[in-house]
């Protein structure tokens, strides 16, 4: 039987319990993976599976479709199976909370997680959706969060939360979060607020920020920010509503959207046009899945390899 191509190939909840009766289409190399809801656009299998080939490792990683309400099912399935640990996207980055015996401090503080590892004594969850953003920040632009003046848009949703709260543990010196429903993003600010507070600065009310998602608003924000990150799912449609008015948007501006169908949102297109420094959001999947295989292999990740297969694979999607 031909091996199934772990880039296109999506298995099920039915392939798991099939796996854990030693049958079925999952081998036995294949002992990381991501699960998700749906799953099947997922980047991840042709980004790991490289990363483990330069490392010399026999393991394989492959993506798993899993309804919410299997997780707890599947995660004990894979952790039987004797698997390393999990990559989790949505729908089940909250609820897999808990499932962990323990969490890292991104994943308290986020209340969320999307790698788990299968430790002898139980399961530990991870969050690295900030910490990817820190890095991405670094590699992409040469600078650090804490040294930038930060605007999120779509500071509501779950991205948004995870950059926000980032932002936050980095200490950046000024962050404007900008949501449709504004009580959503005051939720997130005072929380990023209470990360500065226990950080003992002074007046981090000063330093956070919720902005309406008004033209003037936006304008007069725009003028004390450095970098802007685009944490909506906008921009994948040309359809879509411009986020900033193209107007808005200067040459010493940074921007980042998460997005990265297409290669280049019309935001981007926008930044581009002005002459703004930007990027889409492809660099920060590759430093997130860095940062799991890091944890699941205790060891450096290859990172040139991952980036290489991940341009790869997007380009031919």
């Not at 798991?16 to 990381?32: C, F, K, M, T």
């Not at 699960?35 to 490392?55: T, W, Y």
């Not at 530990?124 to 969060?145: I, K, M, S």
């Amino acid at each position: 039987m031909t091996a199934p191509d772990l880039q296109q190939t999506t298995f099920t909840l039915d392939d798991l319990r099939a796996r854990a009766e030693g049958r079925g289409p999952i081998s036995a190399d294949v002992r990381l993976g991501v699960l998700g809801s749906p799953v099947a656009h997922s980047l991840s299998p042709a980004m790991h599976n490289a990363a483990l080939a330069a490392l010399g490792s026999d393991i394989r990683y492959a993506k798993i479709d899993c309804p919410p309400e299997a997780l707890a099912e599947a995660v004990q399935l894979v952790r039987d199976a004797g698997f390393l640990g999990l990559n989790l996207t949505v729908p089940h980055k909250i609820a897999a909370v808990d499932l962990c015996g323990e969490l890292d401090e991104t994943a308290r503080q986020l209340g969320a997680v999307n790698t788990l590892l299968f430790d002898p004594a139980g399961t530990v969850g991870f969050n690295t959706d900030g910490p990817g953003l820190a890095r991405t920040v670094r590699d992409v632009f040469a600078f650090d969060l804490r040294d930038l003046r930060v605007m999120i848009l779509g500071a509501g949703g779950g991205a948004g939360t995870a950059a926000a709260l980032q932002c936050a543990l980095e200490q950046c010196p000024r962050l404007v979060l900008v949501n449709r429903t504004e009580g959503k993003a005051r939720d997130v600010a005072a929380r990023a607020s209470r990360i500065l507070r226990t950080a003992r600065l002074v007046g981090p009310e000063d330093r956070v920020t919720v902005c309406p998602w008004t033209d003037s608003a936006l304008r007069a924000q725009l003028a004390r920010t450095d970098l802007v990150i685009n944490a909506t799912s906008l921009g994948m449609k040309r359809s879509d509503p411009r986020l900033v008015p193209a107007a808005l948007l200067t040459p010493d501006l940074m921007v980042f959207d998460m997005v990265y169908r297409p290669a280049v949102t019309r935001l981007l297109e926008d930044a581009r046009a002005a002459g703004a420094r930007t990027s889409n959001g492809l660099p920060m999947l590759l430093h997130q899945g860095a940062l799991s295989l890091e944890i699941w292999l205790n060891r450096p990740a290859p990172l040139e390899a991952m980036r290489a297969a991940l341009e790869q694979a997007a380009q031919g999607t």
